[in-house]
């Protein structure tokens, strides 16, 4: 199946840089696979529960129609390179909620974005939810174009159309001894395959400080390519973080949270000698099993160089001056 499927130039890399996937869930997949067990009811053969598990069925499924949602584009974050074919970037995705390939897309169709709503709780002026047509009545959007670095090593370049999570931060009103904001990620075993994977630590949550939430590059996209979000890219709103690993930029958020502990992220609580709280892109510091020192843009076989902090130090390394004694690169 998967592994003597003919590869394009860009699943060579997944093959070779995708151990995580590798070891934990491709591993904990197929036990479930062959146990038959899962918390989720699954009708039909094993194949195509594997396919389930795995997403692998992505093509079959067509995208839903996406609603037009152009912005202004803002230039003062000039990505250096060409933008990545929209078709790559939409069927090329991490999204492990859905399965644990790339090809994810059409299992993610059964994302339900509609209605959307978000709670914002922990220390803030009082705890409130609020729909998703509300937030973007309240933001500004503006475009993005924006490298995005996955620690797997592939890399793509985007026009996110958002808005800054600063302005989502201000909207919450968080009291002045939050310290972190944690962002979690929707976890609806019915219409997620992946949920049944009990080995994972669902749901996923990830967090920065507050300082780097009121950053001006953290951004919360809405849509990309002049459309909205398409679920597998995390719709109807996400994270993302254009400095730090990709896996930071947490995806179809529903919960907001600010607080004064450092939290812990799915992927850290999975493995957190591999996968870190900063996780800062860095070519000169390795990922415990593999150099970080180039990445292959999706559409593309060429190696190119990666750059510190991801090309973006000028707006970020100076909020890290003070910590270097803490695992910034990881
Ligand atoms: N909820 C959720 N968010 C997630 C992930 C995920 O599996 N689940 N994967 C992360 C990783 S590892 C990357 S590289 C990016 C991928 O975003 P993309 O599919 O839009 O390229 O989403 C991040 N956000
Ligand atoms: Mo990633």
């Known amino acids: 199946m998967m592994l003597i499927r003919k590869s394009r130039g860009w699943e ?32 039909g053969s094993a194949k195509a529960q594997f396919y389930k598990l795995f997403g692998a069925d992505g093509g079959g499924t067509p995208d839903k129609p996406r609603k037009p949602l152009t ?18 970037a939409t069927t090329y995705n991490n999204y492990y909620e859905f399965g644990l390939s790339k090809s994810v897309h059409g299992a993610a169709q059964a994302l339900v974005t509609e209605p959307w709503t978000v709670e914002f709780t922990g220390m803030l002026d009082k705890p409130f939810k609020i729909g998703f047509e509300d937030i973007l009545k309240k933001m500004t959007l503006e475009e993005r174009v924006y490298r995005h670095r996955c620690v797997e090593t592939w890399a793509m370049t985007v026009p996110w159309v958002g808005f800054p999570l600063a302005k989502l931060v201000e909207m919450a009103k968080p009291s002045s001894g939050a310290k972190y904001v944690v962002f979690t990620t929707l976890a609806d075993p019915k219409t997620m395959p992946g949920l049944g994977q009990r080995f994972y630590p669902w749901p996923y949550t990830e967090g920065l400080t507050m300082q780097e939430a009121m950053n001006e590059l953290p951004f919360i996209s809405v849509g990309m390519y002049g459309k909205t979000l398409p679920a597998q890219n995390g719709a109807p709103l996400r994270l993302t973080l254009p400095w730090k690993y990709g896996f930071k930029s947490a995806k179809s958020i529903v919960k907001i949270e600010f607080t004064d502990k450092r939290p812990t992220s799915f992927w850290e609580s999975l493995q957190d000698q591999e996968y870190g709280f900063w996780a800062n892109v860095n070519p000169a510091v390795p990922h415990p099993r593999w150099s970080q020192a180039t990445e292959t843009l999706l559409g593309s076989d060429e190696r190119v160089k990666t750059q510190i902090w991801n090309g973006y130090g000028e707006f970020v390394a100076s909020m890290y001056t003070d910590k270097t004694k803490e695992k910034l690169f990881v």
């Open 71 to 88: 912005a202004a584009a803002n230039e003062a974050y000039k990505p250096g390179r060409a933008i990545t074919d929209e078709a790559q």
């Open 12 to 43: 060579i890399s997944e093959r070779l840089a995708t151990p995580e996937a590798v070891m934990l869930g491709r591993r904990a997949a197929l036990g479930a696979v062959v146990g038959g067990v899962g918390s989720i009811a699954m009708a």
